[in-house]
């Protein structure tokens, strides 16, 4: 399997680059956003997810750990091929994806072309409880748990988590719990 890619970029288009490694060129599909970020000539590191098909093998490529998981948590929902869940990284960030799954809101994914009322709420249902976290919030992650484990609702735990963690970058958990739970007392009241 193709785990990641490190080379440099030989075109680009609108939903799929060409990356040169070591003299061999490898198509990538990669969401628009991420193609506009890539310049023909830079150096870039893909994680990717390598898709054989009996007719083709599709390369897809993220910027980070946590897109390709949330591509593989997308794909794992029945109806949601590869394209479907790229189309829909392509549209949503990993908030407002992780917002609907928390809030129950499946209308945020029948914005997304090509999914319908069936697979939107398929896609609440079958995620709900297997969202992955952040890489880097290990920390973000243990103070959503602590306060989850309080009684305070998913969503506003993780608001309230990735502000105080953004405020106080070098706190102990101990230490964001504490600025946490004074940050929601103050809105509860």
């Given at each position: 399997m193709i785990a990641s890619l490190r080379g440099t970029v030989s075109t680009v288009s609108s939903g799929d680059a060409v990356i040169d490694v070591g003299g061999v060129g490898y198509q990538v599909l990669v969401t628009p956003a991420h193609a506009q970020s890539l310049r023909v000539g830079?150096?870039?590191?893909?994680?990717?997810?390598?898709?054989?098909?009996?007719?083709?093998?599709?390369?897809?490529?993220?910027?980070?750990?946590?897109?390709?998981?949330?591509?593989?948590?997308?794909?794992?929902?029945?109806?949601?091929?590869?394209?479907?869940?790229?189309?829909?990284?392509?549209?949503l960030?990993?908030?407002?994806?992780?917002?609907?799954?928390?809030?129950?809101?499946?209308?945020?994914?029948?914005?997304?072309?090509?999914?319908?009322?069936?697979?939107?709420?398929?896609?609440?249902?079958?995620?709900?409880?297997?969202?992955?976290?952040?890489?880097?919030?290990?920390?973000?992650?243990d103070l959503v748990a602590a306060l989850t484990g309080l009684g305070w609702s998913d969503k506003a735990a993780r608001d309230v988590a990735r502000d105080v963690t953004t405020a106080h970058p070098n706190a102990s958990v101990a230490e964001l719990l504490r600025h946490a739970l004074a940050t929601m007392k103050g809105a509860a009241s």
């Open positions: 830079q150096e870039v590191d893909l994680v990717t997810v390598l898709i054989p098909r009996e007719d083709e093998w599709t390369l897809f490529g993220f910027m980070s750990a946590h897109e390709k998981a949330l591509f593989g948590v997308l794909r794992s929902v029945t109806g949601v091929g590869p394209k479907t869940a790229l189309g829909i990284l392509g549209q960030t990993a908030d407002e994806i992780a917002d609907a799954v928390a809030t129950g809101d499946d209308s945020v994914f029948r914005r997304v072309s090509g999914i319908g009322q069936k697979t939107a709420s398929l896609i609440i249902v079958s995620l709900t409880g297997k969202m992955p976290q952040a890489g880097s919030s290990s920390t973000s992650s």
